[in-house]
């Protein structure tokens, strides 16, 4: 399995982002960590392992981006509207660097998809529903769609059209026609510990005629790894 290492100073973000890149053909995807996740982790709790044979028949090709949360969300010392503002810039990091990056990595136009589990399942989500342009496909799993409790009761422009549970709702029919082109897979277990975040968004996606593969599977299925192991294959490629 072709697996390169990847890094260049970014003019969006202003320090160097890191990224591993995995596969010779297929698919382009966009796979982001967990809650203040690096770039590895993917590869190091088994996700990449657990579609390997599809990296090496060329069905698909990965790059696994790193994290800014701890300079964003996470970054409880600094005011809601900055923390924000850095998510903004993640967002504008990951449209104008590594969706080019992949498009030429990958030898292809084509549109690409995003995954990402726990809080790499907001950014997949938030990132596909703003860029429908760029994305048909969107992968999440055991996620949580609201941004409020990062933001201490901050709120603007900006936290609304990053937070898919505030401005989905209120999309209006051109928005629903782009999401209808895209393939939405918003998934959890039923034993997963913010399950709500999962049910939420897809009642919303519901509500608004958005066509998606939401599910919840039964039991044992919850919020971790071993399950997000088993639940990729039905949802890549």
């Known amino acids: 399995m072709h697996r390169e290492y990847v890094a260049w100073d970014s003019p969006t973000l202003g320090r160097k982002m890191e990224m591993l890149w995995f596969g010779h053909a297929g698919r382009p995807m966009i796979w982001f960590p967990t809650s203040v996740g690096r770039f590895y ?10 579609v390997a044979d599809l990296i090496e028949g060329g069905a698909i ?15 409880k010392e600094k005011h809601p509207a900055d923390r924000i503002r850095r998510h903004d810039q993640y967002d ?11 498009r030429s990595k990958g030898r292809t136009a084509a549109r690409v998809t995003t995954l990402g589990a726990s809080f790499g ?23 949580k769609y609201d941004i409020h409790g990062f933001l201490d009761g901050y709120w603007d422009e900006l936290c609304y059209f990053h937070c898919p549970t505030a401005n989905v709702p209120n999309m209006n029919a051109d928005w629903v026609a782009r999401l209808n082109t895209m393939d939405l897979c918003i998934v959890t277990g039923a034993t997963d510990n913010i399950l709500s975040g999962t049910t939420n968004m897809l009642r919303i996606l519901n509500e608004k005629g958005i066509r ?17 192991k088993v639940q990729i294959r039905s949802y890549v490629p």
Do not use: M, T
């Open 41 to 50: 982790q993917n590869e190091d709790f088994g996700l990449i392992g657990a």
């Open 61 to 75: 090709q990965i790059a696994c981006v790193d994290s800014v949360d701890e300079e964003s969300f996470y970054a």
């Open 92 to 102: 504008r990091y990951i449209y104008s660097e590594v969706v080019p990056f992949v």
């Open 121 to 143: 399942a907001y950014h997949a989500g938030n990132f596909g529903f703003r860029h429908p342009d760029v994305v048909d496909k969107v992968v999440a799993f055991s996620g």
């Open 212 to 228: 998606n593969r939401g599910s919840v599977w039964d039991a044992p299925y919850g919020h971790d790894w071993p399950w997000w």
